[in-house]
């Protein structure tokens, strides 16, 4: 099958790496092409842009949270069913969990999927050659197809990017030039939600200019691969199906698309607005994703039908996942950061408050009982306690440090600030079975 696979990294994070994909997955579709998208490392915005430009769901490719089968399964599976796969590449390429452990550079070699650079050039001319030749030869596994520059001032200054990139060894493909109509508004876990119109506007434009002053063609030649369809036997479980209640709205919609598929192997997912519906659909478990619950505070207080029937789904010893701002929604109370004070769901005897916006970022692993979980913790606001008291659980960082990230149970709802991943089945099911679901039924 003709196919066109790469990876777009950068040397470092801010360089324009998610505006480029973006661009080139509308250039792509545009042209007819079906693009799969994918994103390495933990971030679950950028999957939310690349779903709503390629119109296929976005896969995160991590190798910390899942093992290496999973992350080759996953990439396998659905860029068999494609004309082209991006990946968006995390932080710089060789960043990962411990120095290059899990990086864009470590998929890269795994996949053997051969590496696109996107250099900001805003303030550099020839002295661009060392730092792409440290590059390209740092790791030769590391296949380094070519470089677009971002942020050019214009004709002159791309000839001298460009003879620096010839005398690097390096491939040039193009540029994206400096242009006030890609400015974006950021919010603080990232860009605008990609259902906004400014936004849809901002990637055209950047399909406009790639088309113009990258090469895509050559960047597709030199990125031919041959994939073959796969034939995935998914597993069957033996207990009954489930009926999961899975919050989906402005407000929660921060989940890893491989959660998703894992729950839609067990059962029936109903999806729901806390914002908007009355009750939670009848279900076996609710799943509260993270999200931005303090964009909509107000009108997640107002809705105490909402919270009743929360109440009554947990009292009923039913089982409850809510994570980061899911957690939050459960608490007693939600403040702002210009300090008002709105009424949650009140499950938890907590308050969640943005008044004194400090940033927790990083993998977390949690040994609960004969299982570990694996996620991400991404947040800027901070827990009030009050009288309820978080679980004591072994929580460590990437590198072996531990973490003081809280997390609260009752009877079978859990809660934290993690967003949990839970792509592999077989992991779903155990985290599942501590909820009081599954129980003594084989996998």
Known sequence: MKHSSFLIAAPKSNSGKTMVTLGLIQALVKRGLKVQPFKSGPDY??????????????????????????????????????EVSIIEGVMGLFDGAKKDEGSSAALACMLDVPVILVVDASSVAYSIAPLLYGFKHFNKEVKIAGVIFN?????GHFEFLKEAAIDAGVEVLGYMPRDERLAIESRHLGLHLPGENKNLTIVETAAE?????VNIERLLQLTHSELHPVDKQEPT???????????????????????????????????????????IPKSDL???????????????????????????HIDANKAVIAECGGMMYLGNQLITKDRRKYRMAGVFDFDTSFETMKLHLGYRLIKDGSIELKGHEFHYSEIQQKNDLPQVLDVKTARGR???????????????????????????????????LCQNKEY
């Open 45 to 82: 915005i950028d999957p939310m842009h690349h779903t709503k430009v390629a119109g296929q769901a976005s896969y995160n490719l991590d190798l910390w949270m899942s093992n290496k089968e999973h992350v080759e399964d996953l990439y396998q599976e659905h860029a068999s069913k494609s």
């Open 237 to 279: 479980c033996s207990f009954d199906q489930l009926t999961i209640a899975l919050a989906n709205d402005e407000a929660f919609n921060f989940s890893y698309r491989a959660n998703r598929d894992a729950l839609d192997r067990l059962g029936n997912v109903i999806e729901f607005s806390p914002l908007n519906d009355k009750a």
């Open 209 to 213: 200019l790639l088309e113009q002053h």
């Open 286 to 312: 609710l799943w509260l994703p993270g999200g931005y619950p303090e964009l909509f505070a107000g009108q997640l207080a107002n809705n105490k039908t909402m919270h009743q029937s929360i109440h009554a």
């Open 151 to 155: 942020k050019v001032a214009g004709e």
């Open 402 to 436: 531990s973490s003081d990230m809280a997390i609260y149970r009752r009877n079978n709802c859990w809660a934290s600030y993690m967003h949990l991943y839970l792509g592999e089945t077989e992991h779903m099911i155990n985290f599942l079975k501590q909820l009081g």
